[in-house]
Every structure is written in structure tokens, then in C-alpha cells.
């Protein structure tokens, strides 16, 4: 599975970007909260980063192998994980001060939804902290940019071999392509302003492969 191989990744550092680069960036933006939602958080190895920094915590994704995984190597006693999309639990009407989600966005096929019940759990004036892969970038690096069907105006789905810097693997994923002009519109259409936009450089690369991004809710 690939929750457990993500899982093995980062807890030994193979995965310079998670824990250098990605995970240091939203670290720096999260102001001492009263509550924190990890959206998309996977086994839970930033969650338990951010908890430091929250009275309360959770974790959410739609994965149930990597909740479980979650609650088994990344649990803390404000911590409380939840297999779930964040559509469906931002129905519940649960809000938090701060809201994260580090390369989430990108996985969801509807964008529009995932920004939208992003907003819905944040109280008003709370931030949402998300990390994407670099629209300009990041179809050089995949490979996917001379696809004839690729248009960088347009949304396009990615399906190719999961892999980092210094390994590749057998798991097949899937993200979504969206030109920076379109989480932009997102944003401002779903009651958010944009407070910073920062380009991300990982080790070994010359251009920048991720962008972090804070919104404010208003």
C-alpha cells in the first residue's frame, strides 16, 4: 500500500522535500492556534508536527489505510483522525482557526468543492495554509508537458509513477493540473484573500517545484 511506503519515506527522511523543505514552510506560517485541521493528512507525519501549536487537532483524509497508520505511528493527546473527505465532515459544521493541507489540493478532482469546504470549517479570519506542486514547473519535472492533450490554461489530469527525488516506485497516483490564475479565482470566488504566495526550491533543483500558499477567510 502506499500509505505505509509514504509513511516509511518520511520517517526516515528519503523524503527530502516532505521534511525540509514542505513541512518547514506551512510550519512557519501556523500562528499559535486554539485549533488546527490537517486536510488530506495522509498518515498523519505533519499533523503531529503542527500539534505543538494547537490545543486541538485533526487530521482528515479520505484513505482509511492511512488514518489507521495515523492513529498508529503519529497519534498525540489533542490529536483525533478521521477517515473522511473534507466535503462530507465539513458538512458537521466543526470550525477551526487554521486550517493546513500540504499537496492535497492538486489531488482532488473538483477544486472548486475542496476550497469550498476548506472555507467552510475555518471560523472567520482563520488562514488556510496549502502547499501545491508548481503549475509552471511542475509538468517539466513529470514530464507531462509535451503531452499533446496538456493545455496550461486548462485542468488536466496527471497519472504516472509516484516518485521523489531519489526514488521511483510501482504505485500509480493521480493529480490534477490547475493553471495559478485558476486557484487564484477559487480562492477569492470561495471568501478567501490571499496573503502570500511563496515558490518553493528543493534540494538539487534549479527552478521551484512547489508553491505555498496562505488565505485568509473572510
Same mark, same amino acid.
Given at each position: 500500500?502506499?500509505?505505509?511506503?509514504?509513511?516509511?519515506? $518520511?520517517? %526516515?527522511?528519503?523524503?527530502h522535500?516532505?521534511?525540509?523543505?514542505?513541512?518547514?514552510?506551512?510550519?512557519?506560517?501556523?500562528?499559535?492556534?486554539?485549533?488546527?485541521i490537517?486536510?488530506?493528512?495522509?498518515t498523519?507525519?505533519? @499533523?503531529?508536527?503542527?500539534?505543538?501549536?494547537?490545543?486541538? @487537532?485533526?487530521?482528515v483524509?479520505?484513505?482509511?489505510?492511512?488514518?489507521?497508520?495515523?492513529?498508529?505511528?503519529?497519534?498525540?493527546n489533542?490529536?483525533?483522525?478521521?477517515?473522511? %473527505?473534507?466535503?462530507?465532515?465539513?458538512?458537521?459544521?466543526?470550525?477551526?482557526? @487554521?486550517?493546513?493541507?500540504?499537496?492535497?489540493?492538486?489531488?482532488?478532482?473538483?477544486?472548486?468543492?475542496?476550497?469550498?469546504?476548506?472555507?467552510?470549517?475555518? $471560523?472567520?479570519?482563520?488562514?488556510?495554509?496549502?502547499t501545491?506542486p508548481?503549475?509552471?514547473?511542475?509538468?517539466?519535472?513529470?514530464? +507531462?508537458?509535451?503531452?499533446?492533450?496538456?493545455? +496550461?490554461?486548462?485542468t488536466?489530469?496527471?497519472?504516472?509513477?509516484?516518485?521523489?527525488?531519489?526514488?521511483?516506485?510501482?504505485?500509480? %497516483? %493521480?493529480?490534477?493540473?490547475?493553471?495559478?490564475e485558476? +486557484?487564484?479565482?477559487?480562492?477569492?470566488?470561495?471568501?478567501?484573500?490571499?496573503?502570500?504566495?511563496?515558490?518553493?526550491?528543493?534540494?538539487?533543483? +534549479?527552478?521551484?517545484?512547489?508553491?505555498?500558499? $496562505?488565505?485568509?477567510? $473572510?
Amino acid at each position: 500500500m502506499i500509505a505505509a511506503y509514504r509513511e516509511e519515506q $518520511v520517517r %526516515t527522511q528519503k523524503d527530502h522535500s516532505a521534511n525540509f523543505i514542505l513541512s518547514p514552510a506551512i510550519l512557519k506560517e501556523i500562528p499559535d492556534s486554539s485549533s488546527i485541521i490537517d486536510i488530506g493528512c495522509g498518515t498523519g507525519w505533519l @499533523t503531529v508536527r503542527v500539534e505543538k501549536n494547537s490545543n486541538y @487537532t485533526v487530521g482528515v483524509d479520505p484513505s482509511e489505510k492511512s488514518i489507521e497508520i495515523a492513529k498508529s505511528m503519529n497519534s498525540g493527546n489533542s490529536i483525533s483522525y478521521l477517515s473522511e %473527505t473534507i466535503e462530507r465532515y465539513s458538512i458537521i459544521g466543526k470550525k477551526f482557526d @487554521t486550517a493546513i493541507s500540504n499537496m492535497a489540493a492538486s489531488c482532488s478532482p473538483d477544486l472548486v468543492g475542496f476550497v469550498v469546504a476548506s472555507r467552510r470549517v475555518l $471560523v472567520k479570519h482563520g488562514l488556510f495554509i496549502f502547499t501545491i506542486p508548481h503549475p509552471c514547473f511542475w509538468p517539466e519535472y513529470w514530464g +507531462y508537458s509535451s503531452d499533446p492533450n496538456f493545455k +496550461y490554461n486548462e485542468t488536466f489530469a496527471v497519472e504516472g509513477e509516484f516518485k521523489i527525488q531519489n526514488e521511483s516506485s510501482s504505485f500509480v %497516483t %493521480t493529480h490534477f493540473h490547475h493553471p495559478i490564475e485558476h +486557484y487564484i479565482k477559487v480562492l477569492r470566488s470561495s471568501d478567501f484573500i490571499i496573503e502570500s504566495i511563496r515558490e518553493l526550491t528543493g534540494r538539487g533543483f +534549479y527552478l521551484p517545484r512547489f508553491m505555498l500558499i $496562505v488565505a485568509r477567510a $473572510v
